[in-house]
């Protein structure tokens, strides 16, 4: 079964660094999510993606966060300077069309902020 | 704002117990339900879903789930644990309204532990 692909699966980092998380989705799906889970917290939704451009964000997805599709099969997620409240597992999930509402997810990054 | 919750954080049973976990959502409009199970270093994985039609919805591994619109509940359900049902279980919503993007709205999760 396709799988969505997420790298690295730990990335450890100092507080103000950038970061790029990674993600290759499903190859034929269109639509493509960020989520994040803090430990011990809910899954929450940061961002949708389609035809290279955010259909949704959500509060948390702020100017220090930018998505991007560079080269039509990878899709990441960058945090400009990271903070400490941004350490979490960061998922990324893909769909084919709107009108197959089955979300595929990665096995997800474990972002450590020190 | 929609959201949705699980009512049993942590749940200990023993091997061949019946299980329910609970959840319940805000959303007065049409949604997609869903139950994510993430076993431990595992991705999300799909547990079952409902969309439209017989609200009693069977997935994999023996879960089950029922919608009850009346009581904006999306209940899971197997009859028997076992062992290899320890793992993290999600509860989550898609409304569907005009414009809207498909974002999953999660409940906090109910990690399960299952004793041999």
């Known amino acids: 079964e396709p799988e969505v692909t997420q790298t690295p699966s730990h990335q450890v980092t100092q507080m103000g660094q950038e970061v790029i998380l990674r993600c290759v989705p499903i190859?034929?799906?269109?639509?493509f999510y960020w989520y994040r889970q803090i430990l011990g917290q809910k899954v929450e939704f940061l961002v949708s993606?389609?035809?290279?451009?955010?259909?949704?964000k959500s509060e948390i997805f702020d100017d220090q966060f930018s998505v991007e599709r560079p080269d039509g099969s990878n899709f990441t997620l960058k945090i400009r300077s990271t903070k400490l409240e941004d350490s979490a597992m960061y998922f990324c999930?893909?769909?084919?069309?709107?009108?197959?509402?089955?979300?595929?997810f990665g096995a997800g990054t474990r972002l450590s902020v020190l | 704002a929609q959201s949705v919750s699980q009512h049993n954080h942590h749940v200990i049973l023993s091997e061949a117990a019946s299980l329910e976990l609970g959840c319940n959502y805000s959303?007065?409009?049409?949604?997609?339900l869903f139950w994510y199970v993430q076993y431990p270093g595992q991705h999300l994985q799909l547990l079952l879903k409902?969309?439209?039609?017989?609200?009693l919805v069977k997935g994999i591994k023996g879960f089950e789930a029922e919608f009850i619109k009346s009581k904006f509940s999306f209940n899971l359900r197997k009859p028997s644990v076992q062992w290899s049902d320890t793992a993290e279980y999600f509860c989550?919503?898609?409304?569907?309204?005009?414009?809207?993007?498909?974002?999953?709205?999660f409940g906090t999760g109910t990690l399960l532990a299952v004793q041999p």
């Open positions: 989550a919503v898609i409304p569907i309204y005009g414009g809207a993007t498909n974002k999953l709205i």
């Open positions: 993606f389609y035809n290279n451009e955010i259909s949704e």
């Open positions: 409902y969309f439209s039609g017989d609200p």
């Open positions: 999930a893909s769909i084919p069309f709107t009108g197959k509402n089955i979300q595929y």
């Open positions: 190859s034929n799906h269109l639509y």
């Open positions: 959303y007065g409009g049409t949604v997609n």
